[in-house]
């Protein structure tokens, strides 16, 4: 009876073996990749991850028109966009959560009560140099409006 049962298992491993060979090597050659080249997967999910470089949308006094005339059709068109705009620095200051911001006007006129530009940076050492009166150029992400126009992640370029 031992004898039978250590028979037994000796069979039955040599089938296992037999059948883990024959299932590795009955692959078929033409889906075998290489890890030096990616499969047609990795190279679609790798063209999905490269970030789409957004064009930077330069934009004028016009721009505040656009918002003054329908502050909905102005954020469907701009929200979430890229631009690059030249205005006059009205305020420098922190909002209330301590987030530094530049408030700009489209002319230098100390009576213009339009709407302004208010644009929040990540770091006010980039504010430290800069005056009221003074003309710069911006690039930020529109944001929404609400008294202002609100751009985020603001750098001034010049």
Do not use: H, W
């Amino acid at each position: 009876m031992r004898f039978m049962k250590k028979k037994i298992l000796i069979v039955g491993g040599i089938i296992l073996l037999l059948i883990i060979i024959g299932s590795s090597g009955s692959k078929d050659s033409s889906n075998v990749v290489s890890e030096d080249q990616p499969n047609k997967e990795e190279i679609v999910q790798q063209e999905e991850e490269k970030p789409v470089e957004e064009t930077m949308l330069v934009v004028t006094a016009d721009f505040i028109d656009e918002f003054d005339k329908n502050q909905l059709a102005a954020e469907e068109k701009y929200e979430g966009r890229k631009i690059e705009f030249t205005a006059y620095i009205d305020n420098i200051s922190e909002d209330i959560t301590g987030t530094p911001f530049l408030s700009l006007q489209p002319s230098n006129d100390e009576y213009y009560f339009g709407t302004n530009i208010q644009c929040f940076f990540k770091d006010k050492s980039e504010l430290i140099s800069l005056e009221n009166g003074q003309q710069v150029t911006v690039q930020g992400k529109v944001d929404t409006q609400m008294m202002n126009i609100l751009i985020k992640d603001c750098k001034v370029v010049k």
